[in-house]
C-alpha cells in the first residue's frame, strides 16, 4: 500500500515514516522506479510498532536503531528496557519534592491567600510527604546500573569510592518515637548526603540499602573518600533532632572501599567488601574510636 494508506492506518503521518526511511530506521518494502511511491506491507506491521512502542517509552530514535538493526538481540532489548526504567524511576525521585512542595504551596494559597509578606517553609513534610519520598529513593540495582553508566563515560579521576553508612541504634528511634520520626530521620539523612556530594562537584549515585543504611557511589582519591565520610558523620550529629521530635542525637558508622577505575574487581564484590568494612567501623565505635574504616582495592 502507497505511504498515505500506511500512516493512516497506523496513525502516524507521511513525513514521520519519511523522516524513519532517510535516517534507515524503517524502510518501505520496494520503492517504485517509474513513480517513487513508497509502498508498504502488512508484514511491516511489527517493526512499526516496536518503533512506536519504543519511542513512547522514551528512547531516541537512534536508540531505537541500533537495538532494531539486524538480527535483534532479546538480551540487548532488556537491559535496555532495564536502564530505561531506572532512568524513569530517577527522574521521577528528583522531580517528587518539587511536587509535593508545589502541591503543599497550593494549599496554602488556596487557605490563606497569597501574601507576599508571608514566609513559608516547605521543606517540613507531612506523613503521606515523607512516606512517599522515602518509598521512591533509589534502590541498590538503580545505584549499580548508575556506576556501571559512569564507570563507561570515564571518571574525572582515577580512583572511586563506595561509602556504606549505618545509623546506629536506629530501632530505638522508631520504637520510642515512632515511625513517622524514624522517617523524618531517614529523608534527613538521604538530603544530607546529596548536599554533601553535590558540595564537593563528585560524580555519585546514592542508594538505599537496607531500614537505615545507604550505599554512596563517588569518584575520589581515598582522600577525598575519607572527607567526605568524615563530613557525613558530622552533618548527622548535626541534625536539629528536636525539631523533628527526636528524642536523641543519633550517630552511626562508615564502611568504605577505594578501587582505581580500572579495577578487575566486580562491582558486587566491592559492595560486599562494605559490609566487612562497616563491620569493623562497629568494633572501633565499640572501643572509643572513630567509626570510619575505608579499605584500598586498589
Not at 92 to 106: D, E, G, N, P, T
Not at 275 to 292: N, T, W, Y
Request: with cysteine.
Amino acid at each position: 500500500m502507497k505511504i498515505g494508506e500506511y500512516a493512516e492506518l497506523h496513525s502516524v503521518s507521511s513525513k514521520m515514516l519519511r523522516h524513519y526511511d532517510e535516517i534507515g530506521l524503517f524502510h518501505p518494502e520496494r520503492v517504485e522506479t517509474d513513480t517513487g511511491y513508497r509502498l508498504y506491507s502488512n508484514e511491516q506491521n511489527p517493526r512499526l510498532q516496536w518503533i512506536l512502542t519504543l519511542k513512547s517509552l522514551g528512547f531516541s530514535l537512534e536508540e531505537i536503531r541500533e537495538l532494531l538493526t539486524g538480527p535483534v538481540d532479546s538480551g540487548k532489548v532488556l537491559r535496555a528496557l532495564f536502564r530505561k526504567k531506572m532512568e524513569i524511576t530517577r527522574e521521577f525521585q528528583a522531580s517528587l519534592v518539587k511536587s509535593l512542595q508545589i502541591q503543599k504551596l497550593l494549599s496554602i494559597i488556596e487557605r490563606e491567600g497569597f501574601m507576599m509578606d508571608k514566609t513559608i517553609d516547605l521543606s517540613k513534610l507531612d506523613i503521606c510527604e515523607l512516606t512517599a519520598i522515602k518509598k521512591n529513593m533509589p534502590n541498590m540495582d538503580m545505584l549499580v546500573d548508575d556506576v556501571q553508566t559512569l564507570l563507561k563515560k570515564g571518571l574525572k579521576g582515577k580512583t572511586f569510592g563506595f561509602i556504606r553508612y549505618d545509623l546506629r541504634k536506629f530501632i530505638e528511634i522508631n520504637e520510642k518515637d515512632g515511625y513517622e520520626v524514624g522517617d523524618r530521620v531517614i529523608v534527613a539523612l538521604y538530603k544530607i548526603l546529596e548536599d554533601i556530594l553535590g558540595e564537593h562537584g563528585l560524580q555519585y549515585a546514592i542508594a538505599r540499602a537496607g531500614g537505615d543504611e545507604f550505599l554512596v557511589f563517588l569518584e575520589g582519591s581515598p582522600e577525598e573518600v575519607r572527607s567526605v565520610a568524615r563530613t557525613i558523620m558530622d552533618r548527622v550529629r548535626a541534625i536539629d533532632y528536636k525539631a523533628i521530635n527526636c528524642h536523641r542525637p543519633i550517630d552511626g558508622y562508615v564502611g568504605a572501599v577505594t578501587a582505581s577505575a580500572d579495577s578487575t574487581c566486580h562491582l558486587r564484590e566491592l559492595i560486599d567488601d562494605t559490609f566487612h568494612a562497616l563491620r569493623d567501623a562497629s568494633q572501633k565505635v565499640k572501643q572509643g574510636e572513630e567509626g570510619i574504616v575505608i579499605v584500598s582495592k586498589s
